[in-house]
């Protein structure tokens, strides 16, 4: 009740603290388009503003707007906190599932920060798999869901290429042995690379623009 509340009182100064930076500094050009104007970083002293949303499931009978002449469902449900989705060259999705898993607290901010994160669902205990979802007809609704790899390290990038399946966990990069139409994967991997523990815990996966190599990017 007490972490609720505390994280609601973060949020407010927050907003109070985004409110005053409004007011005081000159709004910068829009950073869109072909040629976007992006604004130099600025210091943010001992409070930094973090901009959490409140987790929300779609209500009964609610679905977003979109754009006249097209349409949008529910792929699929009932999934644990999905973070980051690989769609692979036969359609199916791939979807990391993960959550951040609190360590001790030492200090205000680390009661703060975990407050906050579980008032947005982002924090507990974390399902560590990849869940692989097929649609085969075709319809937009995945009827078919395996686990595809499970007992990973809070998982979240992933790169499909040359039949290996590239996966970034919180500690390591992992490469696994792929054949199409597979609804799982086998073994225990094979670790490519240790990363240090620490920090945000998100490891994420990008193919080259030619596609000839996987490049990780960390967080």
Excluded at 17 to 42: D, E, F, K, N, S
Excluded at 72 to 81: E, P, Q, R, S, W
Excluded at 153 to 181: C, E, K, S
Aim: aromatic letters at 8%; zero cysteines; a positive charge.
């Amino acid at each position: 009740m007490f972490s609720a509340l505390f994280a609601r009182f973060v949020a407010l100064i927050g907003s109070l603290m985004i409110v005053w930076r409004r007011a005081t500094i000159p709004a910068p050009a829009q950073a869109v388009g072909l040629a976007p104007a992006i604004p130099a970083p600025r210091p943010q002293g001992a409070l930094p503003t973090l901009k959490m949303p409140t987790a929300k499931g779609w209500e009964a009978g609610h679905l977003p707007e979109v754009a006249p002449g097209l349409q949008v469902n529910a792929f699929a449900t009932g999934l644990k906190h999905p973070r980051w989705i690989e769609v692979l060259p036969n359609g199916d999705v791939a979807v990391a599932e993960a959550l951040f898993v609190p360590s001790g607290i030492s200090s205000i901010f680390d009661f703060a920060m975990q407050s906050t994160m579980r008032r947005a669902a982002a924090i507990g205990d974390s399902p560590n798999r990849i869940t692989l979802l097929r649609d085969s007809n075709r319809d937009g609704i995945a009827e078919e869901r395996f686990t595809f790899l499970d007992q990973q390290n809070q998982p979240f990038g992933m790169a499909l290429h040359d039949n290996v399946f590239y996966v970034g966990n919180t500690d390591a990069l992992m490469a696994f042995d792929y054949q199409r139409d597979a609804t799982r994967l086998n073994g225990p991997g094979r670790k490519l690379a240790s990363f240090k523990p620490g920090g945000h815990w998100t490891r994420s996966l990008i193919l080259s623009p030619d596609r000839s190599n996987v490049r990780h990017q960390g967080l």
